[in-house]
């Protein structure tokens, strides 16, 4: 299982929030999604949250990953 993500942190820039990792900007959303993730990170595991929307493969624990299934070799 992996760890935890962390090392972001999002700030309001006008009507846009900027998700930045380790101090690189990875995201910038407007819109309603900059308001929908204002009310989820507000609420919710923030972290988790910036890595997913910033195109992190961090799933929740109990959330299936998708893909193809490994195959026997050598039969």
Known sequence: MK????????TVRGKEVVIS???????V???????QFVREAEKGDAQLLMA????????APGERRTGPKPRPRGR
């Open 3 to 10: 760890g935890r993500p962390s090392g972001y942190e999002w």
């Open 21 to 27: 990792h380790h101090g690189t900007e990875a995201a």
């Open 29 to 35: 959303l407007s819109g309603p999604q900059a308001h």
């Open 52 to 59: 997913r929307v910033a195109g992190g493969t961090y799933k």
